[in-house]
């Protein structure tokens, strides 16, 4: 499979390419040349485990052979800790597709591991070193450490403001002492952290000297991952309902998840409607009910992994929707960058895409979806999985299922929990174990020259 950029699709990449660099240099997104029509495999596939899905998946998209295939797989899904990876449980009317499993109870995990692992097989052939950057307000840290820690050949600098994530966050990721992990407690904002990650990508010549690499959610081996738990989930639901099809509810930040359940659908996977679930910061919700894409400044909500106001997903499927062309395409981004707006014109009735539906829920609806599933089904929520949740319900449809994507395990969050429901009932023993802990940081000034020299003492140079 080839790939282009979002901004000129006639130039080809390979997958490892697109891999290894995440952002095309126009500043476009890796898109697949094809989306491969599976129809006539569907059958089949709904008798595979979730490793084998995921391999034939893979083998579409990546041109890796089967057998290195199946050891990337088998390392990056044996430390989720149930056979299933993403099972699904019955809720009410609702199917809830849990994707915490993985080492650090959040779904990112489902894709960084998955990466951490791919890079190591790149980085192992050509014998080079990879020194990963990232800035992170919570999340995305401690899902990307657990995906590279211990790998060889590479480096991971995680910046993250000093004081202003929550000890627990902050424990996920300083209690991982390998020695190619680099915690850095920055003293300033995530928008300070942000800043200076821009600016370190943006010195081209540093960038190269020390071959910075990114994790961010715009790589496609993390759409990728994400692709096969749509397909396993709807095969689960559709088994036991007997429905022909399935919708699916999914709480979105940088709408990378539901974009893979975008993909998946054009693949031929007979989904009905996905649902975007967003919080107070609902520019993607907004769009899809009005056709204008524009930001205002994000505010800090309940569930702060989807406290996002550019989506940087987003571009990957205004690509689709301008026609498959990068022309219109490059002009809608430039026009946002002046102006931070796009506007879509609605089809038919008014509607955006018929095959989403967009809801976003306030801290009361987030609290009161905690509660009342807590009461009525003795199933706790977290605040992203309860956004998306109270999405659902807001669109009900008694002709067609609907699976919930459980983004995070409720003890992440247990603060919320115990907002919600005045108990302290979210518990998870890994993240008691971590309190134990020897720690390890290295705090940081704000500036960039800094940070730098954290990078230049201590990278694969
Ligand atoms: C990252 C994250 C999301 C949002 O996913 P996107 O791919 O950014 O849309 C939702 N919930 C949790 C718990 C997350 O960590």
């Given amino acids: 499979m080839k790939y282009f950029s979002t901004r000129n699709d006639s130039i080809q990449y390979t997958f490892q390419e697109v891999v290894m660099t995440g952002l095309a240099r126009d500043g476009?997104?890796?898109?697949?040349?094809?989306i491969p029509d599976v129809t006539d495999s569907l059958k089949d596939w709904a008798k595979l485990s979730y490793r084998e899905l995921a391999l034939n998946i893979f083998q579409l998209y990546t041109g890796l052979d089967t057998i290195t295939l199946r050891t990337i797989i088998d390392k990056s899904y044996s430390t989720f800790r149930y056979e299933e990876i993403t099972p699904v449980v019955e809720m009410g009317d609702l199917h809830i597709m849990e994707l915490f499993h993985g080492p650090t109870l959040a779904f990112k995990d489902v894709a960084l591991q998955f990466l951490?692992?791919?890079?190591?097989?790149?980085?192992?052939?050509?014998?080079?070193?990879?020194?990963?950057?990232?800035?992170?307000?919570?999340?995305?840290?401690?899902?990307?450490?657990?995906?590279?820690?211990?790998?060889?050949?590479?480096?991971?600098?995680?910046?993250?403001?000093?004081?202003?994530?929550?000890?627990?966050?902050?424990?996920?990721?300083?209690?991982?002492?390998?020695?190619?992990?680099?915690?850095?407690?920055?003293?300033?904002?995530?928008d300070d952290c942000q800043n200076l990650l821009k600016s370190l990508f943006n010195d081209l010549e540093f960038k190269d000297e020390y071959s910075l690499g990114s994790v961010n959610s715009i790589n496609w081996a993390r759409i990728l991952a994400q692709i096969v738990y749509y397909f396993y989930g709807a095969f689960r639901v559709m088994e036991k309902t007997g429905s022909d099809s399935v919708r699916f509810s999914v709480p979105t930040g940088n709408f990378g998840d539901i974009f893979a359940g975008f993909v998946a659908h054009q693949m031929g996977l007979p989904i009905q409607k996905l649902i975007l679930a967003a919080n107070e910061n609902d520019i993607l919700s907004r769009f899809f009910k009005t056709g204008v894409y524009r930001t205002s400044p994000a505010m800090p909500t309940l569930s702060p992994s989807m406290d996002i106001q550019v989506a940087s997903n987003f571009e990957r499927y205004l690509y689709y929707k301008l026609g498959k062309n990068s022309v219109p395409l490059k002009e809608a981004m430039e026009h946002f960058a002046k102006e931070g707006e796009i506007k879509v014109n609605p089809g038919a009735e008014g509607i955006v895409d018929s095959l989403?539906?967009?809801?976003?829920?306030?801290?009361?609806?987030?609290?009161?979806?905690?509660?009342?599933?807590?009461?009525?089904?003795?199933?706790?929520?977290?605040?992203?999985?309860?956004?998306?949740?109270?999405a659902a319900v807001k669109n009900p449809d008694p002709q067609c299922p609907t699976i919930c994507l459980a983004t995070a395990h409720p003890a992440k969050f247990d603060d919320a929990v115990?907002?919600?429901?005045?108990?302290?009932?979210?518990?998870?023993?890994?993240?008691?174990?971590?309190?134990?802990?020897?720690?390890?940081?290295?705090?940081?000034?704000?500036?960039?020259?800094?940070?730098?020299?954290?990078?230049?003492?201590?990278?694969?140079?």
């Fill in 28 to 34: 476009g997104l890796f898109l697949p040349a094809t």
């Fill in 116 to 190: 951490g692992n791919l890079f190591e097989h790149f980085l192992k052939q050509e014998k080079q070193i990879l020194n990963i950057v990232a800035a992170t307000s919570g999340d995305t840290g401690s899902a990307a450490i657990y995906g590279v820690r211990g790998k060889q050949g590479i480096r991971i600098f995680v910046m993250f403001p000093e004081g202003r994530i929550s000890p627990a966050q902050e424990r996920q990721m300083t209690s991982v002492l390998d020695d190619n992990v680099v915690n850095i407690a920055l003293e300033g904002t995530f």
């Fill in 356 to 390: 989403f539906a967009a809801e976003s829920a306030d801290t009361e609806e987030t609290l009161s979806t905690i509660k009342h599933c807590y009461e009525k089904h003795n199933y706790l929520l977290d605040p992203h999985t309860a956004v998306g949740v109270n």
């Fill in 418 to 461: 115990k907002r919600a429901t005045g108990k302290d009932l979210a518990y998870h023993e890994i993240l008691e174990r971590l309190k134990d802990l020897p720690v390890r940081k290295q705090v940081c000034a704000n500036s960039a020259h800094a940070v730098r020299r954290i990078i230049e003492e201590k990278s694969n140079h």
